[in-house]
T-cell receptor, first 110, second 117 residues
């Protein structure tokens, strides 16, 4: 069974640009969650999607958005990038208790 | 509000020795799950062990075991016979049990474990 796939692995963007990150969950998993990881704030929850519906949302500004497709693949979008958005973005796939994580997308905003 | 606290930012252990990582959490829920995740330099989070709150028996997975004290809201991880490959950041995490729907994960700030040869 293939694991959770996040693309791209690394990304460099300029302030003010927008970015889209992708996550393909494990086959059969309907829940996809996104987390932002930074040295200063640790792991912060962004949002969770289940069967194409956003079920839970963290405390992030509206510049952060996401969606989930019928095949459970998920994308998150960050508009008007700020330097503080530089982080590792982790996606987690879940169907039962255990969450499986991808390798993350390292976003650098310059 | 659910919070997870790891009071040890860094720990170190000699190879083959035993080390215990601490975690406390706060919740008003009665049904939930607790996890320890490991994040090596590759950055991929790997589940080490999990504990269901309704189970009194402490979970074990080979060299990894937990001490779950529900009344004290404490969930420590013991690593026995430490190996160089155990060096990583360890995160304690909590997830409420919402029945058919799964709650989000709440993470602690992590404990960086160094293993000395």
């Amino acid at each position: 069974k293939a694991g959770v796939t996040q693309t791209p692995r690394y990304l460099i963007k300029t302030r003010g640009q927008q970015v889209t990150l992708s996550c393909s969950p494990i086959s059969g998993h309907r829940s996809v969650s996104w987390y932002q990881q930074t040295p200063g704030q640790g792991l912060q929850f962004l949002f969770e999607y289940f069967s194409e519906t956003q079920r839970n949302k963290g405390n992030f500004p509206g510049r952060f958005s996401g969606r989930q497709f019928s095949n459970s693949r998920s994308e998150m979008n960050v508009s008007t990038l700020e330097l503080g958005d530089s982080a590792l973005y982790l996606c987690a796939s879940r169907e039962t208790v255990e969450a499986f994580f991808g390798q993350g997308t390292r976003l650098t905003v310059v | 509000a659910q919070t997870v606290t790891q009071s040890q930012p860094e720990m170190s252990v000699q190879e083959a020795e035993t080390v215990t990582l601490s975690c406390t959490y706060d919740t008003s829920e009665s049904d939930y799950y607790l996890f320890w995740y490991k994040q090596p330099p590759s950055r991929q989070m790997i589940l080490v062990i999990r504990q269901e709150a309704y189970k009194q028996q402490n979970a074990t997975e080979n060299r990894f075991s937990v001490n779950f004290q529900k009344a004290a809201k404490s969930f420590s991880l013991k690593i026995s016979d430490s190996q160089l490959g155990d060096a990583a950041m360890y995160f304690c995490a909590y997830s409420p049990d919402r029945g058919s729907t799964l709650g989000r994960l709440y993470f602690g700030r992590g404990t960086q474990l160094t293993v000395w040869p």
